[in-house]
């Protein structure tokens, strides 16, 4: 079933592409691209609706677990003591951060090139969930600083790094809510998102390319990652829980979203049969 | 209860542990709070507009309560 892509005006009020929709409708079926079965705002409402429950619930039950296990029933690390604790959350939050923009960025580029109508929806969602794991990961890795590094905060590049990306996503939002017209406002976020993904590989291989503080990738070497599995797997369940809660996060935004335009249309549906 | 009370003091860094723990619960249990509740009531506002659009052009042959409902609001 090749759709036309639906511009946002029939996303809002879930009906199909109007006839005006023809140039997008005819580009997208010409790349033969059949994402826009699930671009349907009413059957992407309908299968979240079945999902979230199931996903919610897995994270919930995956954060009871990776507490308890890391708060209570991991050892002590022999060098950094209980404070290895901060790790489990700290990383994961680093990980959910990173993910989340990457996310933010695809959902951009396919706002841009293909105007998956539920694209930009996606993309402006991530950016207050992205915000608040920076947030968490920033707040943490601080915390965790002062007692192992004896200093809060330092100015290198992993760091740095990891600001810049808070402060894209406190600028994302910005940017999408500064235009009056909503449309300018969400391609000037996808623009922004596109371009501050530069920022990823940088975070990445800041610990690599710097000299630091913070110590290296000790997770990802998965022929012999340098960590024990004591503790190696409470910080595993930990990531999946946090990955777990950003997609649950991100669908019920996104839900609400797409109710929010179907509103708005609803009342300016009333208005216009008033005048 | 030295067993309890020794893994409250966290090695003497009990502010450090559970002050990140207690951050990190308050950051993503507001945003949860905050997405639940725009969610909830977005869902609801398409509801209500949606019931009052059914009311407002009723639909033949529905109930009588329906059709006097948006007169007796105009007058």
Redesign the interface.
């Known amino acids: 079933m090749d759709r036309p892509a639906t511009p946002p005006a029939a996303l809002a009020s879930g009906q199909a592409a109007p006839a005006h929709a023809a140039p997008e409708g005819a580009r997208a079926t010409a790349g033969r691209v059949n994402l826009h079965r699930f671009a349907n705002p009413g059957r992407f409402l309908r299968l979240s609706g079945q999902l979230l429950p199931w996903i919610a619930a897995a994270a919930a039950l995956l954060l009871g677990l990776g507490l308890a296990w890391g708060l209570a029933f991991s050892p002590a690390d022999y060098q950094q003591g209980e404070t290895v604790r901060i790790m489990y959350i700290h990383v994961p939050s680093a990980w959910v951060a990173m993910a989340c923009y990457s996310t933010m960025a695809i959902a951009s580029a396919s706002a841009l090139v293909w105007r998956h109508p539920l694209a930009d929806l996606v993309a402006i969602e991530c950016a207050p969930i992205g915000a608040c794991f920076t947030a968490v990961c920033l707040v943490t890795g601080s915390l965790w600083g002062r007692p192992m590094w004896g200093t809060y905060w330092v100015w290198d590049a992993r760091l740095t790094s990891v600001l810049l990306l808070f402060f894209l996503y406190l600028g994302h939002i910005a940017l999408v809510n500064a235009f009056d017209d909503p449309a300018r406002g969400r391609r000037a976020g996808a623009i922004l998102a596109l371009v501050g993904a530069v920022n990823l590989p940088i975070i990445k291989f800041s610990v690599d390319w710097w000299s630091t503080l913070h110590q290296p990738a000790s997770v990802s070497r998965l022929a012999a990652p340098a960590i024990h599995p004591d503790i190696l797997w409470p910080l595993l369940v930990m990531a999946l829980a946090f990955t777990l809660l950003f997609a649950a996060l991100l669908l019920l935004r996104v839900r609400a979203a797409i109710y929010a335009q179907r509103a708005r249309a609803l009342m300016a549906a009333r208005a216009a049969v008033r005048a | 209860m030295t067993g309890l009370s020794s893994?409250i003091a966290?090695?003497g860094?009990a502010p450090?542990?559970w002050?990140?723990?207690g951050?990190?619960a308050l950051?993503?249990g507001a945003?949860?709070i905050v997405?639940?509740r725009?969610?909830r009531a977005?869902?609801a506002?398409?509801a209500r507009?949606?019931a009052e659009?059914a009311r407002r052009r009723p639909a033949p042959g529905a109930n009588a309560a329906a059709s006097t409902a948006a007169p007796e609001r105009a007058a």
């Open positions: 893994w966290m090695g860094h450090f542990v002050g990140s723990y951050v990190s950051i993503l945003l949860a997405s639940w725009g969610h977005a869902r506002l398409v507009l949606e659009g």
